[in-house]
């Protein structure tokens, strides 16, 4: 994948998909900046990527602040001299499990917070960012959640269809610009949230799977792939998608 050198940042890659997303970018050679709301777990990721001979840096960011957010940018382009790639990764699950009448609002306000506005508050800055320089690509994490009904969790599903639908209209306004803005919808996938969910019951993971054609979870090296081929410029007639990567659930 063409991805040598270009500037690379990924919010939520502490962990998960953003952890194994910065990790791919690195081993392409891009110059990978690792963001999440906890340092540490950053830090980690972008010592793992250095050992293998990749460069990376870490950057502490808690996307529903929009000053953070366009500190973290300032600062990427200050060092780097432009932003290529933003992966907009950082997302919630929600704590409970409930149906729509006994939803928490605390829930509610917690996750549009960081899966819906801080996806936005990214989006935003990156593109003025890009339309700057002249190009730009973008990748937005949603979900299966985001192009299907789910029970028991309304605020994740409407923060993930709000997710879609901001990666297809951002498209189509700046398709001219040179800048391409898709989107990847895992199903589920091996990560810290996919544990959370599976901490439910014991018997959680295998009802799960009766869903999955596959018969099995995704991994996060998986998505991963994706997201980079989105981000790259083998993609560069791509904008405006979604790619699934649900082992068939969505069938
Ligand atoms: N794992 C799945 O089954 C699955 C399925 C579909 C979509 N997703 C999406 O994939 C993305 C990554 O999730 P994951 O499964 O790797 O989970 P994860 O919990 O392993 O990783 C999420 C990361 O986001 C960080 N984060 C949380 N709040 C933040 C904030 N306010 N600012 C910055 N960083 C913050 C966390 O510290 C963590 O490192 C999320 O958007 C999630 O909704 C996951």
Known sequence: MKLENKI????????????????????????????????????????????????????ETDVTQFEQVE??????????????????NAGIGGKHQLKTADHTHDDWHNVIAVNQTGVFYCMQVAIKQMLAQGHGSMVNVASLAGLKASGNNLSYSASKYAVVGMTKSAALEYGRKNIRINAVCPGF?????????????????????????MGRFGEATEIAEAICWLASENSKFVTGQTITLDGGTSL
């Open 189 to 213: 996938t091996h990560s810290a949230l996919l544990d959370q969910l599976l901490s439910i019951s014991p018997d959680m993971g295998d009802k799960l799977k009766r869903f999955i054609p």
């Open 71 to 88: 500190t973290l940018i300032e600062q990427t382009v200050k060092t780097h001299g432009q932003l290529d790639v933003i992966v907009n």
């Open 8 to 59: 690379v940042i990924i919010t939520g890659a502490g962990s998960g998909i953003g952890a194994a997303t910065a990790k791919l970018f690195g081993a392409h050679k891009a110059i990978v900046v690792v963001s999440d709301i906890n340092l540490e777990s950053a830090q980690k990721v972008v010592d793992e990527i250095t050992a293998e001979g990749g460069t990376a840096s870490a950057i």
